[in-house]
């Protein structure tokens, strides 16, 4: 969480089960933590985690070869595409 350590100046609410919060409690006392921390820092992981292959992706040389390439193909007409996204949906 060390590039998120900001002022705190908003509140999240979380409403859950007995033993859900137990969990939660011994799990932030074995890493010395309140529950507040740990919830906190056990979400901004997830979210970093969750956001991650949107925001950044690694190639080696080789694939980022591929990748360049693949960028300065020519665009292609694609009639069959074409036609199926013009049609309507099932949705309407």
Known sequence: MNNLNLSKTERIDVRTSSSV???????ARACHKNVSEFLLDAAVTAA?????DRRHFALNEEQWQVFQE??????QAKPRLKKLLGEAGILG
Do not use: C, E, I, T
Not at 21 to 27: E, F, G, N, S, T
Not at 48 to 52: I, K, R
Not at 70 to 75: M, S
């Open 21 to 27: 919060k137990q969990l939660l409690q011994d799990a």
């Open 70 to 75: 693949a960028l300065d193909r020519p665009v």
């Open 48 to 52: 970093n985690q969750a956001l991650a």
